[in-house]
C-alpha cells in the first residue's frame, strides 16, 4: 500500500475523506475527545461497521471505522 502526497493549488472539498480503520471505536473516540477533538457519531451501518467523524487541523474529515 502507498500514500501519495502532492503539493498544488488548493481545491474545493467534495466529500472527499480518509478512512481509518480502527479495533475499538469507543476507545479512539475516548481519546479524541479527551484531547479535545470534536466528534460526529458513533453511526452504524448495520450489519457492516460502525463510524465517527472528526477533522485534521486543516479542516479534512477523517472518518474512524469498525467492522461489526
Known amino acids: 500500500q502507498e500514500v501519495h502526497l502532492l ?17 475499538d471505536l469507543d476507545a479512539a473516540l475516548a481519546e479524541l475527545r479527551t484531547a479535545g477533538v470534536a466528534v460526529r457519531g458513533p453511526g452504524e451501518i448495520p450489519g457492516v461497521c460502525r463510524q465517527a467523524f472528526c477533522a485534521d487541523p486543516a479542516g479534512n474529515t477523517i472518518e474512524l471505522n469498525q467492522r461489526l
Open 7 to 23: 503539493v498544488g493549488p488548493p481545491v474545493e472539498a467534495r466529500g472527499q475523506h480518509v478512512a481509518l480503520a480502527v479495533d
